[in-house]
Nanobody, 120 residues
Framework: QVQLVESGGGLVQAGGSLRLSCAAS????????MGWFRQAPGNEREFVAG????????YYADSVKGRFTISRDNAKNTVVLQMNRLKPEDTAVYYC?????????????WGKGTLVTVSS
């Protein structure tokens, strides 16, 4: 049974940083792409960042490029999203996804999410 468990969310002031982690289990981690997505109240879920199986390629939404960094450790079955220079508009529930294609529809499994709140 595949499980994805996010951690690291919380309340932070604008300009601050948070580090989200996602621990995966249940199938061979290195065989799948990993992504971070977010959903703000009243909005649809959107792509934030993604990383290929080997970790050699990363992708970011324009809104977070230059501020967020995604990385993975295939030995520890974890993916991390380092978020710097946070803005109030980054407030959302952040979800970790695992799948074959880096898109919302490409994710096979999702975590339950972790809430990030950025105050102005």
């Amino acid at each position: 049974q595949v499980q994805l468990v996010e951690s690291g969310g919380g309340l932070v002031q604008a300009g601050g940083s948070l580090r989200l982690s996602c621990a995966a289990s249940g199938r061979t981690f290195s065989m799948y792409v990993m992504g971070w997505f977010r959903q703000a109240p009243g909005n649809e879920r959107e792509f934030v960042a993604g990383i290929r199986r080997s970790g050699d390629s990363t992708y970011y939404a324009d809104s977070v490029k230059g501020r967020f960094t995604i990385s993975r450790d295939n030995a520890k079955n974890t993916v991390v999203l380092q978020m710097n220079r946070l803005k109030p508009e980054d407030t959302a529930v952040y979800y970790c996804g695992q799948g074959k294609i880096l898109s919302i529809r490409g994710m096979d499994y999702w975590g339950k999410g972790t809430l990030v709140t950025v105050s102005s």
